[in-house]
């Protein structure tokens, strides 16, 4: 025995408004944000991830926007969404060194140097990690710990530009001292 047709109406409306409507619609914001972010239109992008997070909170559209945040040197509010997308999803080892870097970028060297070695002790073979660990441990004149994560980090991705010139500031760095 199948329903009448008002009865299939008003059961695929509520289908439609339940979660799972929220959930697909949020991720087809959370994938338009990602277009208009890959092609450098920040504002829309952010109007997306916003839409998405109202819609279906969760840790990777608060890193996409805290990444928008950051192209924008919106530190203090990127490390805000950084944190919200930690609280979703704490073993989220990317966040962790987004969070670290814009910890860094605020001043807040010793807690930058912690989050980035909580992304690391996720991930230890994330090579950007390990340049942004090098980096920090350089901000606090930590020059020999420094050499040696910028090491690791061209162990794991010999062409790695940054950390290649970053290792040769090191390197001046530890003949000054």
């Known amino acids: 025995m199948g329903m009448n047709r008002p009865l299939k109406g008003l059961f695929l409306i509520a289908v439609l ?10 991720e087809t914001w959370h994938n338009k944000g990602n277009l208009y972010f890959e092609v450098g239109r920040y504002g829309e992008a ?11 909170p969760n840790a990777k559209t608060w890193f996409n926007k805290g990444q928008i945040l950051d192209k924008l040197s919106l530190s203090e509010a990127a490390l805000n969404a950084y944190e919200q997308a930690l609280i979703l999803e704490p073993g989220y080892a990317e966040a962790w060194v987004a969070k670290g870097i814009d910890l860094g970028r605020l001043g807040r060297n010793p807690a930058a140097l912690e989050a980035i070695e909580q992304g690391i002790a996720l991930k230890p073979d994330f090579p950007e990690a390990w340049h942004n660990r090098g980096y920090t441990l350089m901000r606090l004149s930590r020059f020999q710990e420094a050499l040696w994560a910028i090491e690791e980090a061209l162990k794991l991705q010999p062409d790695l530009a940054f950390a290649a010139g970053l290792k040769s500031d090191i390197q001046e760095a530890l003949h000054r001292h």
């Open 46 to 56: 952010m109007n997306a991830y916003e839409r998405a997070i109202a819609l279906n």
């Open 17 to 26: 408004f339940s979660g799972g409507c929220d959930q697909r619609a949020a």
